[in-house]
């Protein structure tokens, strides 16, 4: 059902269109707001990951022992984050920040993987969304730079110890240096998420343009193409799981670099 869905148009799964799933008088609505496919497939990622874990936090509240399938799953990621990225970096005191980077993960992951339901859209396969959630890193980053050292005390640290004759050239390169990385997020989730789908598409592709009359080279073209499909879907999911994870590592990192920038 997943390469369905692309067959008749493959190219349109990637497009950044106005949405028309409740009809075509809703979707020049939309479309006249501004909520595009990828902007409305955004917003029903942010409630998902706001639904699925309100429910969690209500059985925990109510004093669930033993997670369940789907529960431990979460729990694990959640863990995974917090021992293996933010410890590392910041200790104990990068406890404060997991909500966020929490947040990031999995709102992240819930984009990427909505791009493989049928009908639906990667909302991360928009370079202006991934844009947005690059901007909100790296205000948070250095808003909790400034809140941990204080205004004066964070500036003097975006430069490093050097000769006073030295900072004209030290001023230009740290500015770039901390312009880059926002554009690197955006750059490499937006790059990675756009070229899977192009690639699966024209793969799709393959199955309607390369199908001939002839039963058993028709039907031997079908096979690989949907062989092929699947193959590709399985490592979309990886990658979907795998630009989450560096999205949220290298925010992680840049917090740490803003909040203990002498570690």
């Given at each position: 059902?997943?390469?369905l869905a692309t067959v008749e148009n493959p190219i349109e799964h990637v497009i950044d269109g106005p949405v ?22 955004l917003f029903v990622a942010g409630a998902l990951v706001t639904v699925i874990f309100i429910l969690r936090a ?193 925010t992680a990192l840049f917090i740490g670099m803003a909040v203990k920038p002498e570690h």
């Amino acid at each position: 059902m997943i390469f369905l869905a692309t067959v008749e148009n493959p190219i349109e799964h990637v497009i950044d269109g106005p949405v028309t799933i409740f009809g075509e008088d809703t979707g020049r609505f939309l479309a006249s707001l501004g909520i595009t496919k990828h902007v409305f497939f955004l917003f029903v990622a942010g409630a998902l990951v706001t639904v699925i874990f309100i429910l969690r936090a209500r059985r925990v509240k109510r004093g669930e022992k033993t997670p369940g399938l789907w529960g431990g799953f979460l729990e694990s990621i959640m863990l995974f984050l917090r021992d293996e990225v933010m410890r590392p970096i910041l200790g104990r005191a990068g406890d404060r920040y997991l909500p966020f980077i929490w947040t990031l993960f999995f709102f992240i992951l819930a984009c990427n993987l909505l791009g493989l339901v049928p009908g639906a859209a990667t909302a991360t396969g928009n370079i202006s969304i991934n844009a947005g959630l690059a901007a909100v890193a790296f205000v948070t980053w250095h808003l909790l730079g400034i809140k941990e050292q204080g205004l004066w005390h964070y500036l003097k640290t975006l430069i490093p110890p050097v000769p006073l004759f030295v900072w004209p050239i030290m001023l230009v390169v740290e500015f770039v240096g901390h312009l880059i990385r926002p554009f690197a997020l955006t750059v490499r989730l937006f790059a990675n998420m756009l070229a899977g789908h192009v690639i699966l598409a024209t793969i799709l592709g393959f199955t309607r343009l390369l199908t001939t009359d002839r039963l058993v080279l028709g039907s031997f073209v079908s096979l690989a193409s949907v062989a092929g499909a699947t193959a590709l879907t399985m490592l979309e999911i990886f990658v979907a799981f795998l630009q989450a994870f560096i999205f949220t590592f290298l925010t992680a990192l840049f917090i740490g670099m803003a909040v203990k920038p002498e570690h």
